[in-house]
C-alpha cells in the first residue's frame, strides 16, 4: 500500500487549504483512512478518520472547522481545512489501517499500518 499526500502549504491565520492523499492499491472503501499532525518537539497526534463505511469523526481541536471526505473513483482521502489557526502548523500524515477498526484504538497512530510522508503546513498569525 502507497500513501501519497499533498497540498501543504503557508497559510495565514483564517485562510482555508485542502489536503489530498491518494492511495495506490486496493480500493480506500476497504480501509479505514484517517489524518494525523505533528508539531515540532510533539508527539503524532489524531485529527480526522473517516472509516470505511464513510462515517467520520474528529479531534475536539478541529471540530467544526475541517472536514475529512473521499472520492471512491479518485481513490483519494481529502483534509478540508478552514479558518485556520497557528496552532495548526504541523507536518500533516495520512494512514490507512484495517476496513473495520476498534473504536477504542482508531485515533491512535499505532493502530495504522500504512503512512504516507508528511505535508508540512504552516499558519501564519
Known amino acids: 500500500v502507497q500513501l501519497q499526500a499533498s497540498g501543504g502549504g503557508l497559510v495565514q491565520a483564517g485562510d482555508s487549504l485542502r489536503l489530498s492523499c491518494a492511495k495506490f492499491?486496493?480500493?480506500?472503501?476497504?480501509?479505514?483512512m484517517a489524518w494525523f499532525r505533528q508539531a515540532p518537539g510533539e508527539e503524532r497526534e489524531f485529527v480526522a478518520v473517516?472509516?470505511?463505511?464513510?462515517?467520520?469523526d474528529y479531534a475536539d481541536s478541529v471540530k467544526g472547522r475541517f472536514a475529512i471526505s473521499r472520492d471512491i473513483a479518485k481513490n483519494t482521502v481529502y483534509l478540508q481545512m478552514n479558518k485556520m489557526k497557528p496552532e495548526d502548523t504541523a507536518d500533516y500524515y495520512c494512514?490507512?489501517?484495517?476496513?473495520?477498526?476498534?473504536?477504542?484504538?482508531?485515533?491512535?497512530?499505532?493502530?495504522?499500518?500504512?503512512w504516507g510522508h508528511g505535508t508540512q503546513v504552516t499558519v501564519s498569525s
Open positions: 494512514a490507512a489501517g484495517n476496513e473495520y477498526m476498534n473504536p477504542l484504538t482508531i485515533k491512535r497512530a499505532g493502530a495504522y499500518e500504512y
Open positions: 492499491g486496493r480500493s480506500i472503501s476497504t480501509n479505514t
Open positions: 473517516i472509516r470505511s463505511t464513510g462515517s467520520t
